[in-house]
């Protein structure tokens, strides 16, 4: 079973710049959440969504992030423009999840971005 | 507000001890999910394990096991006879029980660095 994809792995740019990621998760996973992983720290929810609908964006900073999930299928996360503090890995993750049962998630390699 | 504490920031070992990694955390739904996770040098998360509120029996799988106690609201981590291949960063995690407008959003610990010399 092929587990979940991304891209690209690394992306470096300038700060005010804008960048996209890609995620393709496991066949089959309704649920797609996107982290931010700041070095040293524990990764930290994006955003959520179920299907391709958003079940919890609550820590995304709206005024430069945004996120889709169009067919319900893969997604992309995008920042615009982008500041140095943006510096940090992205991960993507999918899981099977049903009302009143957390599945575990299933993690991607990750993008690694530096905003310069 | 769920919350999680990996109070060891960096553990370091010699190949064949023992290491305990801790964890505790804060919830106030009476169902929830508690995950370990392994972060390697290459970077992607690998699930280690899934325990949910009600199911507080210890779990061994090979070299690592699993003590979860609910009146410590702990969930502590062994590996037995550490291995050069151990040394990672290991992620405790906290989710709640999915219903709700939650479906099973994880809030991580800031993890133990495990550091396994030959």
């Known amino acids: 079973e092929a587990g979940v994809a991304q891209s690209p792995r690394y992306k470096i740019i300038e700060k005010r710049q804008s960048v996209a990621f890609w995620c393709n998760p496991i066949?089959?996973?309704?649920?797609l959440y996107w982290y931010q992983q700041i070095l040293g720290q524990g990764p930290k929810l994006l955003i959520q969504?179920?299907?391709?609908?958003?079940?919890?964006d609550s820590q995304l900073p709206k005024d430069r992030f945004s996120a889709e999930r169009l067919k319900g299928v893969d997604s992309t996360l995008k920042i615009q423009p982008a500041k140095l503090e943006d510096s940090a890995v992205y991960l993507c993750?999918?899981?099977?999840?049903?009302?009143?049962?957390?599945?575990?998630?299933?993690f991607g390699p990750g993008t690694r971005l530096t905003v310069t | 507000a769920q919350k999680v504490t990996q109070a060891q920031t960096e553990i370091s070992v010699v190949e064949k001890e023992d290491v305990t990694l801790d964890c505790v955390y804060e919830t106030r739904d009476t169902t929830y999910y508690l995950f370990w996770y392994k972060q390697p040098p290459s970077g992607e998360l690998v699930f280690l394990i899934r325990r949910n509120s009600f199911d507080e029996q210890n779990e061994i799988s090979g070299r690592y096991s699993w003590n979860f106690q609910k009146s410590t609201s702990s969930f502590n981590f062994t590996i037995t006879a550490s291995q050069v291949v151990d040394s990672a960063v290991y992620f405790c995690?906290?989710?709640?029980?999915?219903?709700?407008?939650?479906?099973?959003?994880?809030?991580f610990g800031q993890g133990t660095i495990l550091t396994v010399h030959p």
């Open positions: 993750a999918s899981s099977l999840v049903s009302w009143g049962h957390a599945g575990e998630q299933y």
């Open positions: 066949s089959g996973h309704a649920t």
């Open positions: 995690a906290l989710s709640d029980d999915a219903g709700g407008t939650s479906y099973g959003k994880l809030t």
């Open positions: 969504f179920q299907n391709n609908g958003v079940v919890d």
